[in-house]
């Protein structure tokens, strides 16, 4: 596709279930960033991949956080028994080097409510 | 820690007028500036992007204005339109780092 797609846009969770949010980059951009938006703020980092290798994770706000890319291209964020705190919009975004820089590119975001 | 400070919260304009967004950095090792828009449900969009070695980037309507001995750049929407009424974020990134922090974002308002 020519953007970056995230499934599902809306996920309402029980506290205490397990929630799995997925994330498509622009097709090539190695680079893939998960963050956090509460309602009113900016993102906030989370996790970043080059590839497949998970580079910088220091943003996950707890061991329930867990992030994989396995091969280089889809990514999945996994958030293990929810809480309250986790509702938020989950945004991705990808980039890839060149001339253009640091550019990243957004997708629409997942809203997690939790229950 | 706020590492990007951004002012105002909020911003009413005239149609026609001129939007200015600020914002401030403490990191001074930040080396890539970029302005997002971001609607209602939608992810930020990146607008326009500056780095330190230049003192302003134009690109139609959106100009960045970079200070860096003041760590401070800023946004201005020239002629703005009822359409750019979004909210908008600055935020900044320092090297291969690559993420980026942002501010807390502005929302604006464009009065027909």
């Known amino acids: 596709g020519a953007g970056v797609s995230q499934s599902p846009r809306y996920k309402v969770a029980k506290r205490g279930q397990d929630v799995a949010l997925r994330c498509d980059p622009i097709?090539?951009?190695?680079?893939l960033f998960w963050y956090q938006q509460a309602l009113g703020q900016g993102p906030e980092f989370l996790t970043y991949?080059?590839?497949?290798?998970?580079?910088?994770k220091s943003g996950l706000p707890s061991d329930r956080f867990f992030a994989e890319r396995p091969e280089g291209s889809v990514s999945t964020l996994k958030i293990q028994r929810t809480q309250q705190e986790d509702s938020a919009v989950y945004l991705c975004?990808?980039?890839?080097?060149?001339?253009?820089?640091?550019?990243?590119?957004f997708g629409p975001g997942t809203r997690l409510t939790v229950t | 820690q706020q590492q990007v400070k951004q002012s105002p919260q909020s911003l009413i304009v005239q149609k026609g007028g001129i939007s200015i967004i600020n914002c401030a950095y403490e990191?001074?090792?930040?080396?890539?500036f970029p302005w997002y828009q971001q609607f209602p449900g939608k992810g930020p969009a990146l607008l326009i992007a500056?780095?330190?070695?230049?003192s302003e980037k134009k690109e139609g309507r959106f100009t960045i204005s970079f200070n860096k001995s003041a760590k401070q750049f800023s946004l201005h929407i020239m002629d703005s339109q009822p359409g750019d009424s979004a909210t908008y974020f600055c935020?900044?990134?320092?090297?291969?780092?690559?993420?980026?922090?942002f501010g807390s974002g502005t929302q604006l308002t464009v009065l027909p």
């Open positions: 975004a990808s980039s890839s080097p060149g001339l253009a820089g640091y550019e990243q590119y």
């Open positions: 097709s090539g951009h190695v680079s």
């Open positions: 991949f080059q590839n497949e290798a998970q580079l910088d």
């Open positions: 990191n001074t090792a930040f080396d890539y």
């Open positions: 500056i780095r330190p070695d230049v």
């Open positions: 935020a900044a990134s320092e090297g291969s780092a690559r993420q980026l922090t």
